[in-house]
């Protein structure tokens, strides 16, 4: 029997090369059931269940889009109706443009982090990572922005609270000398008290070694290493942060490209995470 031949696939044929091609699709991911269920909107019972041929019957439609979508992959595919993997423009485009109102407030973002949910977060932050700031430094940072100050105080706080729980899995890169200017009122800093600053010093000391290691900061030399500030959700999207708008990237070669270079950010850190913490207070201790 052919696998492209619609009229001669029966339920139960339907069901098995769903089934396998389910399989291929979480083995290929590199993820565990629980994560892999979550990138696509299950929980892991009920992929345990699609995964194990106890019934014939294929999944919901919605729930077939959402993984034919979050995995890059065609629809037809995933039933087994084609050989072809290539997934559809009207599934999920290679590239879209996000309107960003604020780089630490803004709704898409927060839903693409909610997307991820059970998936490794790689985060290069455009300054100091916002689940990390003090409500003083987001004041100032954000004081010329919408919405207001206090709205993204809260988003900050929520994020935080993201960052406890067990499943958290987050990898940050950025330049040492981020900090480095901070502690010492350079740069962007140059306005901003030392009380403040060192106060934020301080907080981002004792988070990291609080969160890890769920959460694991790595800093590299901008002297040697450069890197724009981006994020990958998981194994299913990627966006680069232009300032007023994010560069979102769906295609898979382009969200393993950017995971390689995070690979790359990890290889050239000049800190590691179970010292970050140390290095990060000493700034302020010299």
Known sequence: MSETSTDTIDKRDASRLFRERLARLLLRSGLNRSQFAGTVGLDRSALSQLLSGETARLPRAETLIRIAATQSVSLDWLLGLSQDEGVS?????????????????????????????????????ATIPDFLRTDAVIAFETRETKPPVAAQIDDARERLAYSRKPENDTEVCMPLQTLQALAEGNGPWAALNEPVRHAQIRQIAALTDDLYPGLRLFLFDARRTFSAPYTVFGPTRAAVYMGDMYLVLNAKDAIDALTRHFDQLIRAAVVRPHEAGAVIGSLIRS
């Open 89 to 125: 423009a009207e599934i999920r485009p290679a590239l879209e443009l996000e309107e960003a109102q604020d780089s630490r407030d803004d709704a898409a973002l927060m839903q693409w982090h909610q997307d991820a949910a059970g998936t490794k977060i790689r985060y290069v932050p």
